[in-house]
DNA sequence: GTCTATATTTGGATAGAC
DNA sequence: GTCTATCCAAATATAGAC
């Protein structure tokens, strides 16, 4: 039992076994997808990154397409639930939308980042059914966001309407990855500071 | 006289004669970017819009990512003459600031809506020389927000990093081409003044 | 589960006739 | 300035041996 707990635990926190070539196709699939896009980035390439030949790749997605598709599955499985747990792990509204903000730079810029800026900026490589389904998906994760602007608006927190401010937001933390250094002499903390800093009219 | 003068205020509205092949290709190239994206968009579907073959199209332009960098090069000419339009029309800071957001979002949507957001998203189809050329000629654009952003700093108006606050605009600004739809029951006017209400503190 | 070999398609680009 | 014809490279995907 103890061990299963483990290994769940290993997977839970995303460091796939070494021989999990599934895993590590997706891994490189995301890395490379995000360094160079997904149409510049060969199946061969794929392959090589996890040292087997092209031909093999296809033992373990159906397509190319399949191998985005599953990178975003499971990207957006990880940020409903990163998204979740703050929403969770704060008292006001207030603290919740910090914690939120922080959640989304921190997906973005922390280990998930590769898948989530795929996620972000990438859908349209998919075909129209593909890019459905990835949308449904991602309502889930913004809802979480919704409740809570609408919560602040109806706390006088803020005076705009919730669908426009989350994707002003929305835009406006994605940008980051294209500018935004992590390690650099701004902190995670400042930077969501200062997206929150704009979020309210007045604060502390 | 007054037919060439006449002749360059038809090329200074963007409205090329019909039987410029090269003003129509970079047309087309525009929508097709902007809707499929560079790398899904073909020279074959590249001259088919404008009625030729795609050997011809090579008569024009010496590669396919030479049309992008066109395209990119004459928008951004465009969008720093906007802009400046936009800065020396206003009178005090906040109004300035009003306007240049009103003038990108403008951009973004209105009739030059294509080429800006290829500008704006997929300058990383461009090889890396290329790529820095367009970065080094978007200075120019970038340096009006900036000038605008540390004059309100200085005024109180806001209490951000300029920098800063100007690349959260920027995605803010950008992304709306994902979800905003000119013609429906939110003007330009209303999107751009929200815009406004998260970036200055107090306002009115 | 991986490799070898290859089918098949598509795309960018060129040369020369008109 | 466009067309015809074509070259060449690269990419996805498959089949079958090991």
């Not at 599934?22 to 699939?29: I, K």
């Not at 149409?39 to 392959?47: F, I, K, M």
């Not at 500071?193 to 007045?202: K, N």
């Amino acid at each position: 039992m103890s061990v299963s707990a483990y290994e769940l635990s290993l997977q839970m926190a995303r460091t796939p076994r070494l021989d999990d070539r599934r895993e590590r196709l997706l891994d490189a699939a995301a890395r490379l997808f995000r360094e160079h896009g997904y149409e510049r980035t060969s199946v061969r390439q794929l392959a090589e990154a996890v040292g087997i030949l092209s031909g093999s790749v296809f033992h373990h997605f159906s397509s190319k397409e399949e191998i985005l598709l599953e990178v975003m599955r499971s990207t957006i499985e990880r940020m409903i639930s990163s998204l979740h747990e703050a929403s969770v792990s704060a008292d006001t509204t207030e603290a919740r939308l910090f914690q939120l903000i922080r959640a989304e730079l921190e997906l973005l810029h922390g280990p998930t980042r590769d898948g989530v800026a795929v996620t972000f900026f990438q859908w349209h490589s998919l075909g129209p059914d593909k890019q459905r389904h990835i949308l449904s998906m991602r309502e889930e994760y913004e809802n979480i966001w919704l409740e809570a602007l609408q919560q602040a608006l109806e706390q006088g927190l803020i005076d705009t309407d919730p669908f426009v401010t989350r994707r002003l937001l929305t835009g406006a933390n994605g940008w980051t990855i294209y500018w935004y250094q992590a390690g650099g002499s701004m902190s995670l903390d400042d930077l969501a500071g200062q997206v929150c800093h704009l979020l309210f009219r007045e604060r502390k």
